[in-house]
Every structure is written in structure tokens, then in C-alpha cells.
């Protein structure tokens, strides 16, 4: 039995999963694939990975692999557009898939939320891996959901090959109670609290917390607006650009045609030898995964040299106004006591509704100001409610945890392909409106896809840069 403790500020807790015994990759495997997303110079000739860094390997939208010190995790599972290699040469715009995920050997995964552009993948890669799922409980549920239906699979284009080893439950750990508020909140004390994962330990300290998914409110009166430009490069899927003026409209060849989709067709009698449907279950709908919009982010803390930590939020909501991104579903109301848009704007809504679900949106901020320094914020730049307030949501997130690194993520899904500068010239005009002093902003790492997928981001955590100066470690952390 593999015992993963879980500790509150508040409540202490244990929680237990059964682990799966996966079988060893062959060593050349492993060695390659570490050395896709970690780099040749970063991995021995056995697979290991330098011990006395940290490394990030983008793999497209919030899905990165990550090395901590040698010891491997994957942040969401998700990849966009995959797609069966080519030959001779590999034509892929994300030459990946899930297999590189399992070759790459992860303990831990780690899902933000349960969406497919997040948690696709994650059951099969942990049933081969064996890796440990760590998500909400509502999102462990959907896991064994897509056990089921995986190992189900006839796989008749495959030869019927399984597309798992076995139909037992993966292993997956839910981080914060089931149907809990975001943080925790406690109205009678008026605070939030965050959990402690014992994944990675006695290495690192990983804290997590419900949050909210990214949605719409009101247009925020507060700051000035400049509309974002969410536009694709019409390079990236063929197109033409015209021009009022010369020069002439040119035609662009695509530079990324699509390809044969690594997920077969719905109508299966048109799949062909090589495609596997490891989505996650329903996507992430009311009606077909509940717990999509359930969404956790995480804080992870190394406890030797400068206590080097970063933090990963896949997705970043209108805590301001304590609006929830979903209503009702099949398991209750996604954020319980938070309301919807429509609640939040109807005269008609019980004021102490409204105030209770600011105060739980106020907590999760109060809670980022108690959290250790921040380094370096892995953090979705991109946003349902963008065409009313822009990135206001990830700039208050970063306002509170004062990261001195910022990598902008969800580049490659809601954000049209290719966007990512538009993107990033919005939030610095956001972020300016907001009154955010550019003295206090993070160094902004901008990362266009597909080019920079799997370059490492190395960082050395005994750097004096990443000195605690501002807040100490929390207790929650000193423990083993």
C-alpha cells in the first residue's frame, strides 16, 4: 500500500492509494525521452537528470514536465494536436504523445483541473508509468471512469492490443475535500487554507489549494480597458493576408498541416493502426465530467539551499467577485457558496450571498499573501472572461505572490495558435491600467508555441537570487 500524506494548516489528514506496478521502460527509452523534454546536457547516460536543478519543459498549453532535482512530476497531461508521427521527417507541430509522457517515467502527476485541455492522458499515462494522480477528488472519480472505458476499448484497429495493462483503479489522491469551498474558506474565522502533499518529500514541500477556473465577470470599472487581440498567425495553418494597400495579399503555405489525429474518429470503423482515444471522459461538460471545472493550484517548495519555489496555476478565475466558471452539474454547484454570473448581476440576489462569495474570493488572495516567496509563476495567461477584463485575474494572482519569474501558459488552447505575443502585449497593458507599477512586475518569459516546446527552462535553486527575504517557510512545510 503506497501511503501519500496530506496535511492541512487546519486539519491534519491521511490519505492512502493503492500503487500500481508498471513495467520498467527500457533504460534507452528512458534516457530519450528525458532527454526530449530535459535536454542532452541535462541527462546522463543511465536517464538521470541533474540533481541540483530545476528544470521546465513546456509541452504545449499548461502541460509541462518538470524535473526537481532529479526527481520527475508532470503538470497536466494535455496535448495539443496530437498527432501520429511522420517519417523521415517528423511534421508534427507537437512532436509528442502520450507514450513520451509514460517514457519519461513521472512519479507524480499533477492535474489543475479536469478538463480535456488539461487532464487528457493522465489515466494512461499513470497505468504505465506508475505515477500517482494528484487532483481534486471529483477528478479522481473521472480517472477510474476513463480506466474503465479505456481497458473496455476492443482496440480492434490495433490488433486488440489493450490500451492499458489492466482494468484496476489508477492510483489518484484527491488533494482537498470533496465538494469543498475554494480554500477552504471558513466564514467564522474568515480564512483559507492550503494542503500539504507528501509526494515529493522529504525533497519538497508542495502545497494546494481549490481555486477558482477562469470565467466571466462584469467588466471591472476599476482600470481602463484595451480589448485584447486574440489573433492566430496565419502562417501556423495556411492562409491568406490582405492588405488595403501594397504590398499585394500573399497566400501562406501552412506551416503546420494537420496531420493523422493520434485520437481516432468518432466513428471508429474509420480509425486507423496506431490511433488511441486516451481522453479524458466527457471533456470536462455538466453532463460528462462534472468535476472540469474544479480547479486546484499548487505550490511546490524546496526545503534545501534558497527554499527555491514555484507555483502552477492552470487557470486563473474572477475570485474578485467570488464567481464560480459553472452553476450546477450532477455532483452540486462547482464552487459551493460562490455564484454565478447571472446571480452576481440579478438585484434580486441576496446580498449576503454576494458578500459571502467576495470574502471566499478574498481569502484565496489572503492566502497567496501567507504562501513562501514566490520564484518563478507558471501561470495561464489566457482567460474566459478576457473580453471584459483582459488578464485582470492572473495579474491580481501575481500581485499577491510577487513572483520574480513569469511564464504565461494555455498558449495553445481558447488562445488562437500563434498569439502568444498579442497576449502579452495585452497584459502589460492590463497590468498598467490596473495601476501595477512595472517596477514590481516579474521578468516575463514569453514561450511561443510550437518553437519553444521542450526547451529547458533552467533554473539553480541555490542561486542567491531566490533568498527568502519576505516570508519564511510556513510550519506546514518544515515537517517531513
Not at 465577470?217 to 501594397?246: E, I, K
Not at 466527457?282 to 453532463?287: I, R, T
Request: proline share 9%; net charge neutral.
Amino acid at each position: 500500500m503506497n501511503c501519500r500524506r496530506i496535511s492541512s494548516v487546519l486539519v491534519p489528514g491521511v490519505l492512502c492509494a493503492f500503487s500500481l506496478l508498471a513495467a520498467a521502460a527500457p533504460p534507452g527509452d528512458i534516457v530519450k525521452a528525458r532527454q526530449k523534454f530535459f535536454g542532452i546536457e541535462n541527462v546522463d547516460d543511465n536517464g538521470n537528470v541533474k540533481g541540483d536543478k530545476v528544470i521546465f519543459s513546456w509541452a504545449t498549453n499548461t502541460t509541462y514536465v518538470v524535473s526537481i532535482q532529479g526527481r520527475i512530476v508532470v503538470l497536466d497531461s494535455y496535448i495539443n494536436r496530437p498527432e501520429l508521427p511522420t517519417t523521415p521527417i517528423d511534421k508534427r507541430r507537437s512532436p509528442v504523445w502520450p507514450q513520451d509522457f509514460v517514457d519519461v517515467r513521472p512519479e507524480a502527476i499533477f492535474l489543475g483541473h479536469g478538463h480535456g485541455d488539461h487532464a487528457d492522458n493522465a489515466a494512461f499515462v499513470a497505468k504505465w508509468s506508475g505515477a500517482t494522480i494528484y487532483a481534486s477528488p471529483e477528478t479522481c472519480d473521472v480517472m477510474q471512469q476513463d480506466v474503465v472505458r479505456m481497458f473496455s476499448d476492443p482496440n480492434a484497429v490495433n490488433g486488440g492490443a489493450r490500451i492499458i495493462p489492466d482494468g484496476n483503479a489508477v492510483n489518484c489522491v484527491g488533494v482537498v475535500p470533496r465538494g469543498s469551498r475554494p480554500g477552504e474558506y471558513d466564514d467564522k474565522t474568515g480564512q483559507s487554507t492550503a494542503r500539504r502533499i507528501g509526494a515529493l518529500d522529504p525533497q519538497v514541500c508542495i502545497l494546494a489549494f481549490k481555486f477558482v477556473h477562469s470565467g466571466t465577470a462584469p467588466v471591472d470599472t476599476s482600470f481602463a480597458h484595451t480589448a485584447l487581440s486574440n489573433l492566430g498567425d496565419p502562417r501556423y495553418s495556411g492562409g491568406t493576408l490582405s492588405a488595403p494597400t501594397p504590398p499585394a495579399p500573399r497566400t501562406y503555405p501552412a506551416m503546420f498541416p494537420a496531420l493523422t489525429s493520434f485520437t481516432p474518429p468518432a466513428n471508429v470503423a474509420n480509425a486507423v493502426p496506431g490511433q488511441m482515444n486516451t481522453t479524458t471522459t466527457g471533456f470536462g461538460s455538466p453532463a460528462g465530467n462534472p468535476a472540469g471545472a474544479i480547479d486546484i493550484v499548487y505550490q511546490f517548495v524546496l526545503r534545501s539551499g534558497n527554499k527555491f519555489a514555484f507555483f502552477w496555476a492552470n487557470s486563473a478565475g474572477p475570485a474578485t467577485e467570488g464567481i464560480t466558471s459553472a452553476a450546477a452539474n450532477p455532483i452540486g454547484r462547482t464552487d459551493p457558496d460562490l455564484v454565478t454570473l447571472a446571480e452576481y448581476t440579478n438585484p434580486g440576489t441576496d446580498p449576503a450571498k454576494i458578500t459571502l462569495a467576495k470574502n471566499i474570493g478574498a481569502g484565496l488572495y489572503a492566502l497567496m499573501d501567507t504562501l513562501p516567496q514566490t520564484d518563478v509563476l507558471l501561470g495561464s495567461i489566457v482567460s474566459l472572461g478576457a473580453t471584459n477584463n483582459q488578464q485582470r485575474d492572473i495579474i491580481k494572482v501575481t500581485q499577491h505572490l510577487k513572483p520574480k519569474v513569469y511564464y504565461p501558459g494555455h498558449l495553445t488552447d481558447v488562445a488562437e495558435a500563434g498569439s502568444a505575443l498579442y497576449h502579452k502585449i495585452n497584459w502589460r497593458e492590463t497590468a498598467t491600467n490596473m495601476g501595477f507599477p512595472q517596477s514590481q512586475w516579474p521578468e516575463f518569459r514569453l514561450l511561443v508555441d510550437p518553437n519553444d516546446f521542450f526547451v529547458p527552462q533552467v533554473f539553480d535553486p541555490n542561486d542567491k537570487r531566490w533568498s527568502k527575504q519576505d516570508r519564511s517557510v510556513p510550519d506546514l512545510c518544515r515537517g517531513k
